[in-house]
């Protein structure tokens, strides 16, 4: 059964790519940079004609990209952005470190799948040489590819399930780090205004639902250190610090424009890389007051209250005093 939290007050792949990843995400986000690894040309399926009877030549852009670092794999999440049509491709492979590379990084091409939908973003779930793999569309719906092969065989995706909860479309998936068996929880956030929880190990269905935003919900990231907290930011403007176990949010800021990537630093405590929509990218610690936070991006931010947007002189800290 679902559990429902609403609470009482409420992306470019370039602009996500915060100051907490890792260097090996840095080297392949370089290669796709400079041409490097391309999507590949749509030569399957019913060509899109004008109304001249001309074809019309598809452009496939990379939204989102994903590292399985245990067993080197890649994969590249693609959107079309020209026609009439929004469908997108899933690039997969492997990659590996090579010196003699501009980048210091190869990546090697072995699938690349078409999609009804654009991909908004991709992440790797499991810890085994087959991970699943899964997939945010447009349509509201996640799809799960499985993943195999070996030095004879080609690394070929393959769809097994669909997990159908949003309305609208998924635009931000995480499965945390902890532990392995943590592996197959899964966040996603949508622009239906919702943040869910999936156990991927259970069903096809949500198990949980937050509602504490007033717009599109642009991206979620687990905390890399606790593991029942994480962050949402939104179109509102809203950075919320979440607790799975509870339906409302732990505290958050609110920044000026849409709040459009986040991401959890490693190692610090309460520690945030945030994007807007304004270009900033800033570093902000949520135990400390938003008026002491470092103004050189020009982002003005505003405290929100879990309760009823009631301004304080501090930013809000979870109730326990645990590092994020």
């Not at 852009?61 to 009439?84: I, R, T």
């Not at 085994?128 to 993943?147: K, R």
């Not at 958050?252 to 304004?278: F, K, N």
Request: overall charge neutral.
């Amino acid at each position: 059964m679902e559990t429902t939290h609403t609470a009482a007050h409420p992306p470019s792949a370039e602009a996500m790519l915060v100051c907490v990843e890792g260097s090996e995400r840095k080297k392949a986000r370089e290669n796709i940079k400079t041409g490097k690894l391309e999507a590949a040309s749509v030569k399957e399926g019913k060509k899109e004609l004008d109304s001249d009877g001309k074809e019309v030549k598809m452009e496939l852009y990379p939204d989102s990209l994903e590292l399985f670092g245990a067993h080197k794999y890649f994969a590249v999440g693609c959107s079309s952005l020209s026609g009439n049509r929004w469908d997108g491709q899933i690039v997969f492979g492997k990659y590996s470190m090579d010196s003699n590379s501009d980048v210091g990084l190869t990546l090697k091409k072995t699938a690349v799948v078409r999609t009804s939908t654009g991909i908004c973003d991709i992440v790797f779930a499991g810890k085994t040489a087959t991970p699943l793999l899964l997939s945010a569309g447009d349509t509201g719906a996640i799809e799960c590819w499985q993943t195999g092969g070996n030095s004879t065989i080609s690394l070929i995706p393959k769809p097994v399930s669909t997990l159908v909860g949003h309305s609208d479309i998924v635009s931000s998936l995480d499965i945390p780090g902890w532990s392995e068996k943590s592996s197959h929880i899964l966040l996603s956030a949508s622009w239906d205004k919702s943040i869910k929880l999936w156990d991927l190990s259970q069903s096809p269905f949500p198990v949980s639902t937050w509602t504490g935003h007033h717009d599109h919900v642009t991206q979620v990231r687990w905390s890399k250190l606790i593991p029942d907290l994480f962050v949402s930011t939104g179109k509102d403007g809203l950075v919320l610090l979440w607790d799975q176990r509870v339906a409302e949010p732990c505290g958050g800021i609110r920044v000026a424009g849409e709040a459009s990537a986040v991401d959890v630093h490693p190692t610090i405590p309460y520690r945030l890389a945030l994007g807007t929509s304004h270009g900033a990218l800033t570093e902000i610690d949520l135990r400390v007051s938003p008026s002491t936070h470092d103004v050189k991006t020009q982002t003005s931010k505003q405290l929100v209250t879990s309760s009823a947007g009631k301004k304080e002189n501090k930013a809000i800290s979870p109730k326990n005093e645990t590092s994020m």
